[in-house]
């Protein structure tokens, strides 16, 4: 399984764009980035899921450049509630969208937004 | 709507003793998951299923065992509790075809005396 490496914490302001990178250099063919986010005693939700490219739904987007190496998750104008952990995992998915395995989840990033 | 629900949220129990943890969807998921979350370690899978009589390990499956004869319950039984258990425990499930897309319990805390 590709391991993936994300800063532990981050700042930022009520209002402002926030930008989470993960790497993941050993990224292979069948790996897909997926990233989660986990309130305070609560269970991980799962936010956006992406191969390649640019991805974007009601609450994220997530960049993925040409050589996979790295994802960007981007939380556009956050709010006092996107306080949380956010995790970035790479697994493998068949052609019919099954993980292979399982999914991993790394320490996270501590996002913690200012008023 | 649809759900997953987690009994006991919390529960102390003392070493030893057998313990099991109830995991119920009713979004007819055929993925279901267990992992455990401690300070220091992030979430770990313990066991997951794929379909009724499906069982898998994870990473840290010893001390613990699931069965699934139908396709909304899989309960987590810790055959003898030992103080290393003690945990946030989380079940999952997600579609077919979609297993990276969990869907997360509210969790049950667990403590061993």
């Known amino acids: 399984l590709a391991k993936t490496t994300q800063p532990i914490s981050m700042d930022s302001y009520e209002g402002q764009e926030v930008n989470i990178t993960c790497s993941h250099n050993?990224?292979?063919?069948?790996?897909?980035i997926t990233w989660y986010q986990q309130f305070p005693s609560q269970g991980p939700r799962f936010i956006i899921q992406?191969?390649?490219t640019k991805v974007t739904n009601e609450v994220a987007s997530l960049f993925i450049p040409a050589d996979r190496k790295s994802s960007t998750l981007s939380l556009p104008r956050v709010s006092l509630s996107d306080t949380a952990v956010y995790y970035c995992?790479?697994?493998?998915?068949?052609?019919?969208?099954?993980?292979?395995?399982?999914?991993?989840f790394g320490q996270g990033t501590i996002l913690t937004v200012h008023p | 709507d649809a759900e997953i629900t987690q009994s006991p949220r919390h529960k102390i129990t003392e070493t030893g003793r057998q313990v099991t943890l109830a995991c119920h969807q009713t979004?007819?998921?055929?993925?279901m998951f267990w992992y455990r979350q401690d300070l220091g370690h992030g979430l770990r899978l313990i066991h997951y299923?794929?379909?009724?009589?499906?069982?898998n390990k994870g990473e840290v499956s010893d001390g613990y065992s699931v069965s699934r004869s139908n396709t909304e319950d899989l309960p987590l039984t810790l055959e003898s509790a030992a103080s290393s258990q003690t945990s946030v425990y989380f079940c999952?499930?997600?579609?077919?075809?979609?297993?990276?897309?969990?869907?997360f319990g509210p969790g049950t805390r667990l403590t061993v005396t």
């Open positions: 999952a499930s997600s579609p077919s075809g979609r297993s990276y897309e969990q869907y």
């Open positions: 050993n990224i292979a063919t069948n790996d897909y």
């Open positions: 992406g191969y390649k």
């Open positions: 995992l790479v697994g493998a998915i068949n052609a019919g969208g099954t993980s292979y395995g399982k999914l991993t």
């Open positions: 979004w007819n998921h055929n993925n």
């Open positions: 299923s794929y379909g009724v009589h499906d069982t």
